[in-house]
């Protein structure tokens, strides 16, 4: 329950693209090979009370690991959605496939970018390796995620807001300030047509600068990931 959960939230793993069928035998595989190296389990019936309540808390610390990398990705995919709407292609939308929904091409691009650095790093085997040795740590029971926990997690993730706002700073400060100068010239010249002039000029400095924040931005989302990581040992008492 605790690795079969870990793969319905863990992004990559969770997308519709893959098949609940290849969730369920990769589950299938990495418990098999877990079992001879885990504590022996607590004598508790498995139709009852404890456990039922034994296994809420698998569940849950299976979801908790994967929630928070999607919350990483979820950055990602603001910042572009600021990017997009700054520079004029709000209405041009693509269909995410980690969540399913519309989201602007520009998201898009980083979402797909992202997700291969993601691979490049074997971030997936990572977090398959810790959830694997938190059955060490956290052996199953009902020892879980306490309320600390839960608290802890719900004040990391408003961090999550600022990241995005730190990864799209750069293209709207700077899509801002030709705005404002495009703002100041139609008062100076009102027969200038500025929605002829200025939005071809703003589409094309916009795909310049995410052409070229391109690399700091992923050097920040390792980064957030790093951070993500040691969040989720911190969890997973490792």
Same mark, same amino acid.
């Given at each position: 329950?605790?690795?079969?959960?870990?793969?319905?939230?863990?992004?990559?793993?969770?997308?519709?693209?893959?098949?609940? #069928?290849?969730?369920?035998?990769?589950?299938?595989?990495?418990?098999?090979?877990?079992?001879?190296?885990?504590?022996?389990?607590?004598?508790?019936?498995?139709?009852?009370?404890?456990?039922?309540?034994?296994? /809420?808390?698998? /569940?849950?610390?299976?979801? %908790? %690991?994967?929630?928070?990398?999607?919350?990483?990705?979820?950055? =990602?995919?603001?910042?572009?959605?600021?990017?997009?709407?700054?520079?004029?292609?709000?209405?041009? %939308?693509?269909?995410?496939?980690?969540?399913?929904?519309?989201?602007?091409?520009?998201?898009? !691009?980083?979402?797909? $970018? $992202? %997700? !291969?650095?993601?691979?490049?790093?074997?971030?997936?085997?990572?977090?398959?390796?810790?959830?694997?040795?938190?059955?060490? $740590?956290?052996?199953?029971?009902?020892?879980?995620?306490?309320?600390?926990?839960?608290?802890? /997690?719900?004040?990391?993730?408003? #961090?999550?807001?600022?990241?995005?706002?730190?990864?799209?700073?750069?293209?709207?400060?700077?899509?801002?300030?030709?705005?404002?100068?495009?703002? =100041?010239?139609?008062?100076?010249?009102?027969?200038?047509? /500025?929605?002829?002039?200025?939005?071809?000029?703003?589409?094309?400095?916009?795909?310049? !600068?995410?052409?070229?924040?391109?690399?700091?931005?992923?050097?920040?989302?390792?980064?957030?990931?790093?951070?993500?990581?040691?969040?989720?040992?911190?969890? !997973? #008492?490792?």
């Amino acid at each position: 329950m605790r690795i079969s959960a870990m793969f319905v939230s863990v992004p990559l793993f969770s997308i519709q693209a893959v098949p609940p #069928r290849v969730r369920l035998i990769l589950s299938v595989v990495i418990t098999l090979v877990v079992m001879p190296l885990i504590p022996p389990l607590p004598p508790v019936e498995v139709f009852s009370y404890t456990g039922f309540m034994m296994s /809420i808390t698998q /569940i849950m610390i299976g979801l %908790t %690991t994967g929630f928070i990398l999607q919350l990483v990705f979820a950055v =990602v995919v603001f910042a572009g959605q600021a990017i997009a709407l700054s520079m004029g292609l709000g209405f041009s %939308t693509m269909v995410d496939p980690q969540n399913g929904q519309q989201v602007p091409v520009v998201a898009q !691009l980083y979402t797909v $970018t $992202t %997700t !291969l650095l993601f691979i490049g790093l074997d971030g997936h085997l990572l977090l398959i390796q810790m959830l694997v040795d938190s059955f060490r $740590t956290l052996p199953i029971g009902l020892d879980g995620i306490d309320k600390a926990g839960i608290w802890s /997690i719900l004040e990391w993730s408003s #961090r999550m807001f600022g990241g995005g706002l730190l990864l799209a700073m750069p293209v709207v400060a700077s899509l801002l300030l030709v705005n404002v100068i495009f703002g =100041v010239a139609s008062r100076a010249a009102p027969q200038l047509q /500025i929605f002829s002039v200025g939005f071809p000029v703003t589409l094309m400095l916009g795909l310049m !600068l995410v052409w070229k924040t391109l690399p700091d931005l992923l050097d920040q989302f390792s980064g957030m990931l790093t951070d993500a990581y040691d969040f989720i040992g911190q969890l !997973l #008492r490792l």
